[in-house]
């Protein structure tokens, strides 16, 4: 674990992050399912915008994900109810068939400035569900039911707490995986594609950014697939009507909100949202105005999103001493 | 495979019909892109809104259709330039955060809109019953209508675009911003022009076709979904090259629903799409 030595903060990182761990795997026993169903919905959802954190990251904006998240969901779902394969391949497999599309459009559109990449994914994630509406082989407008659990030595994990363990270790993983990734030569180089100019300037130091650009959408999709076949376990159906426009769209808002300045905001944005829309659940569609609300008004005042929150009342206080008559010496102690 | 021609050859008058309606609602999101750079999101919520006016105003409020029109003119203008100067203004040179904006006004228009309008489906009488007949094709009075108007509309657009003042500097604006704003023009003004004009082209082609489909706070995504094809295929920012995939778009999903289903129809424009990108990524008409 060298890479951690070199923060002069671990001793704190590395209890918080212990003592998250320890309440993740310990508590869960106690909680009631509903809890635990929270919970399971929120680790999903922290891998997904997370996921798509790798290409917002370099200055990628997609409103598709949720399509990638579909081919996932029902690779595994029909692999499962269909030719009866076993719950664990389809997992993998969701995730290989997410992977696998992602390359072929990411081939051709990530050569290409942002807003062309942005409309062609929301375009793809649209026509797969147009696909998967359309066509009885994947379940129709009524999608796919009695999508299996996976077995666990001999047993089917059918209750909450079963299934929030497979849950949580799937997110563990990946989120460990796409936090490393960030530090590493190709997390830099990524962060590097950002803009226009910096890509030119990559790409005459010898840097293949198409390459790195396709290769970041493919592990973005691959982890959304993944996680999404594990969502339509849990669900037990997938439905187009699942994996929508709006699923896609609160991925990016939950990424918005937290802050793309570090890895840790869209963690905070997609627990703290995701929390929230669970309570607003009954209330239809009065989530979805809460969320753009938050969102327009966190994108208006507070472009850093929440995790950017302590510098930003810095400057806040900061403008205001400058800008009050009395005296700096006396203001905000 | 046999195919049955005069079905083909109405297929594909409805096909230039629907087309030139979903050139309507794409010159607006070329317009807003030549002149902002942004990809407007909330553009299919406006024409969503268009439909609504009409059935609340016209058809609930019993008010003729000429001040009906009239009134959603004035509104999307003023929404188009409360739109601009609340939001965009601010976020001027970020497309990232401009474009999550508008997907943020979007779902705040569409979430009211299913609280306020209600998931009830509405629909509109027609403003021009009957049907044409003509050679074999039998077209309704209604659609020959709305795409009679987006014609007018898309003429007027050019004319402005092309021979006034206004016009020009937005065109100027698009070419060169800063030299544009040395020699006096008001990049301001010119943003909030064509944000509003954006609209109202989006909400009058959504009032006309408010009796052709039914209505829903959820309809607009259909028309944006064809418009960001079309703009891709067309390029963006050019409004020759916006026409002229409209009309093919249109062309490809009606004929491509006769011959294989509407779903499918939808495949084919996508792989239309994916071809443009590859073979010509800057559009049918565009410059990189």
Known sequence: MAFLRQDPRLGVKAVVLAAVLIALVALPPLAEPYVLHVAIVVLINVVYAEALY??????????????????????????????????????????????????????????????????SVFAFAEVVNAIFRAFDVFGGPAGIANVPRPMFFGT???????????????????????????????????????????????????????????????????????????????????????????????????????????????????????????????????????????????????????IDLPRARQAWTERRQRFSKAPVTTAER | MEIYLPLLVQGLAIGVLTGILYVLVALGLTLIYGILHIVNFAHGEIYMLGAMAVFYLHVVGGLPLVPTLAAIVLLSVLLGVAVERGVFRSLRGQWLQL??????????????????????????????????????????????????VAAVLVAGLYLLVYRTKAGLAMRAIEEDEETARMLGVNANRVASLSVALGFVLAAVAGAFVA???????????????????????????????????GLLVGVLQSVGAVLFGAEAAYGIVFVVMIAVLVFRPAGLLGQV
């Open chain 2, 99 to 148: 474009v999550v904006a508008s997907v943020g006004i979007s779902l705040v228009i569409q979430s009211v809109g299913w609280i306020v309008f209600g998931i009830q489906e509405k629909s509109v009488p027609s403003y021009l019953p009957g049907i044409v007949q003509f050679l074999g094709v039998r077209l309704p009075r209604e659609r020959l209508l709305a795409a009679g």
């Open chain 2, 211 to 245: 009796p052709v489909y039914s209505l829903n706070p959820g309809m607009g995504l259909e028309p944006i979904l064809m418009s960001f094809l079309i703009i891709i295929v067309g390029g963006l920012g050019s409004i020759t090259g916006t026409v002229l995939a």
């Open chain 1, 156 to 306: 089917r994990l059918n209750s909450h707490l079963g299934f929030y363990y497979v849950v949580l270790a799937a997110a563990v993983v990946s989120l460990a995986f796409l936090y490393r990734q960030a530090s590493t030569r190709f997390g830099f180089t990524l962060l590097a594609l950002r803009t226009r100019d910096t890509e030119a300037l990559a790409e005459s130091v010898g840097i293949a950014a198409a390459r790195y650009k396709t290769l970041a959408f493919v592990a973005s999709c691959f982890f959304c697939g993944l996680m999404g076949a594990i969502h339509g376990h849990y669900l037990r159906f997938v439905s187009p009507f699942v994996f929508t426009f709006f699923f896609s769209t609160d991925l990016v808002i939950f990424n918005m909100v937290g802050g793309l300045g570090s890895f840790w905001g869209p963690m905070a944005g997609s627990v703290l949202l995701t929390a929230l829309g669970e309570q607003l659940f009954a209330a239809g569609y009065y989530k979805s105005l809460v969320y753009a609300v938050v969102l327009l008004v966190v994108i208006l005042v507070l472009p850093g999103g929440l």
């Open chain 1, 54 to 119: 790798v290409i917002m990251r370099m200055g990628y904006l997609s409103f598709g994900h949720a399509g990638y998240i579909a081919l996932g969901a029902y690779t595994s779902a029909l692999l499962a109810t269909k030719l009866d394969v076993s719950v664990w391949l389809g997992f993998l497999a969701g995730g290989a068939v997410a992977a696998v599309f992602a390359w072929l459009l990411g081939m051709i559109t990530l050569k290409l400035r942002g807003i062309y990449f942005s409309l």
